[in-house]
């Protein structure tokens, strides 16, 4: 069953990101501002990079850290015996609590923003965004998913099974997809939908400081984070200071990190005490 599973893994996930996208073209929720063929072989040649450090040092590194918890009964979860079922599903939530901590520190901390900015400052929001992250944001993640690891107690099947719920979660709230609002509404309650994750990429600081969690809604509530007020419609994708398409070509976003940055919530070429995106 399990090599099945692990046959069929690849195709059903290729399955499932066509089927999303097949339906985001027809029914999208914001205009598009690029060209989606431009856009979209950016993004997944930023995604290349980023799959193969994540091939390269995630990977091995979680490999490594779940077995030695499964070995020596490390972390929170391993200090009582559990049934497996409910560690894996703890396990799971556990992590999807501390990503969403994780999510507020590289807003919040000036030299992890430089690297997860590259993933805001594309001009649209669709299912390829989810997977344009710099390489050297997924490269410094191995740090925090390291000590998620060894504090929480994942073991090798609780961390793929958070894998397996984590992927897909990510793909849909990026995607451009027009889910009938009441449908949307109800999802709101439980997991992050297009609509919540709109508001986190937009230019205006106050909604990018919202919606943070990657999976459960229920982190967002408790942090009083929570939004979904703001209409898809007037939503502007992006960050103030990035809205020029010349600034996000390819070349200049994998350098982005490593240059001055510049005011990011300002609109180029405003005046500092009159434009602020408050
Ligand atoms: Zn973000």
Redesign the pocket.
């Known amino acids: 069953m399990k090599k099945i599973l692990k046959i069929l893994s690849v195709p059903l996930a290729l399955a499932g990101l066509g089927a999303l996208v097949w339906l985001e073209n027809r029914r999208p929720l914001r205009r598009a501002v690029e060209s989606k063929p431009v856009r979209s072989g950016r993004n997944l040649a930023v995604a290349a990079v980023a799959a193969l450090a994540l091939q390269i040092f995630e990977k091995p590194v979680a490999a490594h850290l779940t077995k030695i918890v499964e070995r020596s009964d490390l972390g929170l979860l391993k200090i009582v015996r559990l049934p497996k079922w409910f560690e894996t599903i703890l396990a799971v939530v556990l992590m999807d609590y501390t990503l969403y901590l994780w999510?507020v520190l590289?807003?919040k901390v000036p030299f992890l923003w430089r690297f997860?900015l590259v993933?805001?400052v594309d001009l649209d929001l669709d299912a390829s965004t989810a997977v344009r992250f710099h390489f050297g944001e997924l490269v410094i993640s191995v740090l925090w998913r390291s000590a998620q690891i060894l504090v929480i107690g994942v073991s090798p099947s609780s961390f793929a099974a958070w894998q397996f719920f984590l992927f897909p979660s990510i793909l849909f709230h990026h995607s451009n997809l027009r889910l009938p609002r009441e449908l949307e509404k109800m999802l709101q309650n439980f997991i992050v939908t297009p609509r919540l994750h709109g508001i986190?990429h937009s230019i205006i600081q106050k909604e990018t400081d919202s919606n943070w969690s990657s999976g459960l809604t229920v982190w967002d509530r408790i942090h009083g984070t929570f939004r979904n007020d703001a209409g898809q419609e007037e939503i502007v994708i992006g960050v103030p200071a990035y809205q020029n398409p010349q600034e996000v070509v390819l070349t200049k976003i994998l350098r982005q990190p490593f240059e001055k940055q510049k005011n990011d919530w300002l609109l180029p070429e405003a005046d500092p005490s009159q434009n602020q995106l408050k």
Do not use: A, Q, R
């Open positions: 999510h590289t807003h997860h993933h805001h986190h």
